[in-house]
Nanobody, 115 residues
Framework: QVQLMESGGGLVQAGESLRLSCSAS????????VAWYHQTPGKEREFVGR???????EYADSVAGRFTISRDMAKNAVYLQMNSLKPEDTGAYYC?????????WGQGTQVTVSS
């Protein structure tokens, strides 16, 4: 069974940076894309950005210019580099992968940004 696991969350102050990792149990060559989502209590998960198989990236307007998605094929990992963090970036971050007709989700990692 394919699994995704996020890591790298933590507590930081506004303006600081964090890098989240999404590690897959199989080659990320198999995925059409890997996306990151952000969720706060009581709200729907919101799209943050994604990297597609070609390596192209897309970002939500709220994070464009601050967040960067990259990948390491050899490590089967996708990263979310978050710079200039704001208190509103606080929440759980999830990675999602599309593999054929399957949608895979990780368990999430918590990011807290203090003002």
């Amino acid at each position: 069974q394919v699994q995704l696991m996020e890591s790298g969350g933590g507590l930081v102050q506004a303006g600081e940076s964090l890098r989240l990792s999404c590690s897959a149990s199989e080659s990320i060559f198999n995925f059409k894309f890997v996306a990151w989502y952000h969720q706060t209590p009581g709200k729907e998960r919101e799209f943050v950005g994604r990297i597609i198989a070609s390596g192209s990236t897309e970002y939500a307007d709220s994070v464009a210019g601050r967040f960067t998605i990259s990948r390491d094929m050899a490590k089967n990992a996708v990263y979310l580099q978050m710079n200039s963090l704001k208190p509103e970036d606080t929440g759980a971050y999830y990675c999602r992968a599309a593999r054929g007709i399957l949608t895979l989700w990780g368990q999430g990692t918590q990011v807290t940004v203090s003002s």
